[in-house]
């Protein structure tokens, strides 16, 4: 059974920076795209950023330019740096992983921008 397990997240001022990681468990196979999610209250999960096994990213608008995806694909870890952190980033992140028609996510870490 492929499990995500997330890290990170927690309390940041506005301005501040964090890093979030992720690892999955209990598959031999590297996934083709590793990312993250988040989902703020009352609005609908959106992709921050994407990493393909090739090593193509990809970036939301609102965080493009602050923020950096890497993925070590061995291990199929993933990790996300997100700086000058915006009172708008505040959510639920969750880890994703894809594998041909399979998704994979994890249970979600939450991120609280607030002085």
């Known amino acids: 059974q492929v499990q995500l397990v997330e890290s990170g997240g927690g309390l940041v001022q506005p301005g501040g920076s964090l890093t979030l990681g992720c690892v999955a468990s209990?598959?031999?196979?590297?996934?083709?795209?590793m990312g993250w999610y988040r989902q703020a209250p009352g609005k609908q999960r959106e992709l921050v950023a994407s990493?393909?096994?090739?090593?193509?990213?990809n970036y939301a608008d609102s965080v493009k330019g602050r923020s950096t995806i890497v993925r070590a694909n061995a291990n199929n870890m993933v990790s996300l740096e997100l700086n000058n952190l915006k009172l708008e980033d505040a959510a639920v992140y969750y880890c994703h992983g894809r594998h041909y028609d399979n998704n994979y996510w994890g249970q979600g870490t939450q991120v609280t921008v607030s002085s």
């Open positions: 209990g598959t031999v196979f590297s996934m083709e795209v």
């Open positions: 990493v393909t096994r090739g090593g193509s990213v």
